[in-house]
């Protein structure tokens, strides 16, 4: 199921997340294949699987716990899918090389909310270091004064209110004309206030490219897991995967 939310246009660099590569394309970017697709992808865009001691199978989605995982770089509907079909462990059995598998239950829907809390989490830290910007005056001043990096709304936001702060974002950046616009997040403004630490805010303005970056790394992968086929994707992820200097394709680590 293909998801409704748009793109952001914010001028970073983005990648298609399980776009074909070789080994030798770039070096600089660790490249891991989806157990699933067989499709190959930046580490940083697909989700780490890690098998426990005892067989059981959970999302490791800052793929730092130990021992053994596995990639997978599918949408939460598809992932559902393979889950209750069978396939997923069948496969997992064949990469782990065991047959003690236990897949923990709504494998799917418990990255989904690991996702949704990375971004939230994200998103109220980069609010306490002040580098966001909240109410729609504040927003439409900086915006025009082409200080927003990155644009957000929440998904109760009304159409009349979003097209306004857009349209400051245009002014801003040159680009009336351009259709550029913000992001319409997948969560609503009281999941907004409570991860910012305030009430009714509807509209977010990043106004640091850094912080822009790191919100968008958490966010291009949360909208791509939901299935949406124009998530973006950001800079920040490719750039801290090129320090890693892994050319490994696999699926398994």
């Given at each position: 199921?293909?998801?409704?939310?748009?793109?952001?246009?914010?001028?970073?660099?983005?990648?298609t997340?399980?776009?074909?590569?070789t080994?030798?394309?770039?070096?600089?970017?660790?490249?891991?294949?989806?157990?699933?697709?067989?499709?190959?992808?930046?580490?940083?865009?697909?989700?780490?699987?890690?098998?426990?001691?005892?067989?059981?199978?959970?999302?490791d989605?800052?793929?730092?716990?130990?021992g053994?995982?596995a990639?997978?770089?599918?949408?939460?509907?598809?992932?559902?899918?393979?889950?209750a079909k069978?396939?997923?462990?069948?496969?997992?059995?064949?990469?782990f090389?065991?047959?003690?598998?236990?897949?923990i239950?709504?494998?799917?829907?418990?990255?989904?909310?690991?996702?949704?809390?990375?971004?939230?989490?994200?998103?109220?830290l980069e609010?306490?270091?002040?580098h966001?910007?909240l109410?729609?005056?504040?927003?439409?001043?900086?915006?025009?004064s082409?200080?927003?990096?990155?644009?957000?709304?929440?998904?109760?936001?009304?159409?009349?209110?979003?097209?306004?702060?857009?349209?400051?974002?245009?002014?801003?950046?040159?680009?009336e004309?351009?259709?550029?616009?913000?992001?319409?997040?997948?969560?609503?403004?009281?999941?907004?206030?409570?991860a910012?630490?305030?009430?009714?805010?509807?509209?977010?303005?990043?106004?640091?490219?850094?912080?822009?970056?790191r919100?968008?790394?958490?966010?291009?992968?949360?909208?791509?897991?939901?299935?949406?086929?124009?998530?973006?994707?950001?800079?920040?992820?490719?750039a801290?995967?090129?320090?890693?200097?892994?050319?490994?394709?696999?699926?398994?680590?």
């Amino acid at each position: 199921m293909k998801s409704s939310w748009p793109r952001a246009h914010i001028g970073l660099k983005r990648r298609t997340p399980l776009q074909r590569k070789t080994p030798n394309e770039d070096r600089h970017s660790p490249i891991r294949k989806c157990i699933l697709s067989g499709e190959h992808g930046e580490r940083a865009a697909l989700i780490r699987l890690a098998l426990g001691p005892d067989g059981s199978v959970a999302p490791d989605l800052f793929a730092k716990a130990p021992g053994r995982g596995a990639w997978i770089g599918v949408d939460h509907a598809e992932l559902s899918k393979a889950q209750a079909k069978g396939k997923l462990a069948g496969l997992l059995r064949r990469a782990f090389k065991t047959d003690k598998i236990e897949i923990i239950d709504d494998l799917a829907g418990r990255i989904d909310r690991g996702l949704e809390k990375a971004f939230l989490d994200r998103l109220g830290l980069e609010a306490r270091a002040g580098h966001l910007i909240l109410g729609a005056e504040k927003i439409d001043t900086a915006s025009r004064s082409g200080q927003v990096r990155l644009l957000l709304h929440a998904s109760d936001a009304s159409a009349d209110g979003s097209g306004k702060r857009d349209q400051a974002w245009r002014v801003g950046e040159d680009a009336e004309g351009s259709g550029k616009g913000g992001v319409k997040l997948p969560v609503d403004r009281d999941a907004l206030s409570a991860a910012l630490g305030r009430q009714n805010a509807v509209h977010v303005a990043l106004i640091d490219q850094k912080a822009a970056d790191r919100v968008m790394h958490h966010l291009g992968r949360w909208l791509n897991f939901k299935g949406c086929s124009k998530a973006p994707l950001d800079s920040a992820s490719n750039a801290s995967d090129a320090r890693g200097r892994d050319t490994d394709i696999s699926a398994i680590d």
